[in-house]
T-cell receptor
């Protein structure tokens, strides 16, 4: 069974541009979560999607947004990129239990 | 406001000995606790969890202890192996219906190094 897959693995963008990160959850999982791990910091919760709707949002500005598609895959968009957005972005999925399964992450670098 | 804290940034242990990683939390709404292990350039992998109705859960070499009154949990690894060297994250989940339900709140992580 395939795990959580994220693409791309690495992404380099210029300040002010937009970044789009993608995530495919484990088959059968309806919930998708996005976390940010900046250098030297723990994982910070960004967004939770379940059944196509945004259920919870972390303490991040509105330029961080996303969506969940009918097949439960998800997209994270970061607009007007800033240097401090450089981080590892992790996607996780679950079947509505606290135990979440993580992908390998997308390393976003803003130059 | 750091609701989940791992006060030890790093821990060094000899192979075969016990590793004890600690975690404190402040939010009494947290109902379920998990430990994840993370290698560089990989996503976290689930290790072990515990519900607030229990005070201990074992899985092979890993045991998690929960002290609700002290809002403290710990992960014991016995015996420690060099392959256990990684970053360990403590995480907590809110009660269903709680304002934070559906997300995990993570600690800052502890870097465990097990020396051969």
């Amino acid at each position: 069974e395939a795990g959580v897959t994220q693409s791309p693995t690495h992404l380099i963008k210029t300040r002010g541009q937009q970044a789009t990160l993608r995530c495919s959850p484990i088959s059968g999982h309806t919930s998708v979560y996005w976390y940010q791990q900046a250098l030297g910091l723990g994982l910070q919760f960004l967004l939770w999607y379940d059944e196509g709707e945004e259920r919870n949002r972390g303490n991040f500005p509105p330029r961080f947004s996303g969506r969940q598609f009918p097949n439960y895959s998800s997209e994270l968009n970061v607009n007007a990129l800033e240097l401090e957005d450089s981080a590892l972005y992790l996607c996780a999925s679950s079947s509505r239990t606290p135990r979440a399964f993580f992908g390998q992450g997308t390393r976003l670098t803003v130059v | 406001d750091q609701q989940v804290k791992q006060n030890s940034p790093s821990l060094s242990v000899q192979e075969g000995r016990i590793s004890i990683l600690n975690c404190d939390y402040t939010n009494s709404m947290f109902d379920y606790f998990l430990w994840y292990k993370k290698y560089p350039a990989e996503g976290p992998t689930f290790l072990i969890s515990i519900s607030s109705i229990k005070d201990k859960n074992e899985d092979g070499r890993f045991t998690v202890f929960l002290n609700k009154s002290a809002k403290h949990l710990s992960l014991h690894i016995v015996p420690s192996q060099p392959g256990d060297s990684a970053v360990y994250f403590c995480a907590a989940s809110d009660l269903p219906g709680g304002t934070s339900y559906g997300k995990l709140t993570f600690g800052q992580g502890t870097i465990l190094t097990v020396h051969p």
